[in-house]
């Protein structure tokens, strides 16, 4: 029986490793762009590097290009994702490379994007740079998945948060019910994705700031998005006071032409949607238009009513239900629904990071 040769090395595994590392270092902050890591090797030593920008621009292999103090002619390249060939706000990374004369290419995964999927082979064997693909594959899809649905389906992720008491009571008024290290990890969940969908009543009740607030990542808070059909929101919260309000979108369904003007004046955003008839596909609407303003990834943070209409509509891709260690509260705000709802329709395990007496489990 004859084995099949792998067509990659243990060092072409190190570099696209070292690769994919790098790539993670910048997710949840180049906007709608994936975050790329790209490593360039020349005579077995590893002369430059880079990670898709903040923002999202410049991408990776630009990066790495400019860092390189020497010339990169003759060198192989490894990148996670096949480099762009279409001209998008910056210029295709295919044509760089192969100005630079790079030797070898190898990439992990096709780019999903429509504009460049799938280009990039036949571009570099017509300029006779030899090109290899797949290395890690497994691997790197799963940190791309986000990026892939969204990119396949034409709308967000979406993942939802809850947190409740122990007995499964959620609270209203701010009350703090989980520790300091699920607010960290819920956090970090703020930092990773692009907006917050949010509905007016949490706006209203719970005063909410809706930021990023870990140690000097306050700048990478996520875009927050308001569901508020009838145009309730109160305008005196603490979301509409500090300067961010570019940031803030509210949907909504209304003619109300006063509250529509005071909105603006705060510098918010409005997108009005058309589908009264249908108040069934109202949240799937509000999601493509989403996925149009280029966000694809999304974290709902509000209250029992929203939480369990996204459920009912299947629009959740993952979920994380954040439990305190005490028992508290009434039943009235029981979210036991929810919390069966989500142990029927998805996969759990516990998050595996240090929360003291609390607990995370992740719904997915
Ligand atoms: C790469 N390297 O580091 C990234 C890529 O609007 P643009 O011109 O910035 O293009 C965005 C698209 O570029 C994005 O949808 C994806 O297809 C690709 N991202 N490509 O070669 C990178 N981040
Ligand atoms: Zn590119």
Redesign the pocket.
Known sequence: MSLKKDKFSKLDRFYMNLAKNLSKQNEGI?DE??S?GCVIVKNKQIISYGV?NET??P???TVAINRSKQSIKGSTVYVT?E??SHY???HP?TKSLSRSKVNKVIYSIE?P?E??NNKAKSYFRSKNIKILSGLMSNEIKQIYNKYIYSKKTKLPYVIGKIACTKNYNIFYNNTKITNSYSQAVSHLLRFKNQAIVTSYKTINTDNPELTCRLNGLKKFSPIIIIIDRKLKVNLNKRLFKNKKNNRVIIFHNSDNLKKIIKIKKKGVKLFKMKNKVNENHFLKDILKKIYSINIYSLIVECGKVLTEEFLKKKLFNEFYLFKGSYNQGSSKNSILNIVKKLNKNFNKKMLDTYLKNDKIIKYY
């Open positions: 180049t762009n994936p790329v898709t999202g621009r991408h990776a292999e994702l480099p762009c998008g706000k910056t990374c780019d994007d504009r460049t």
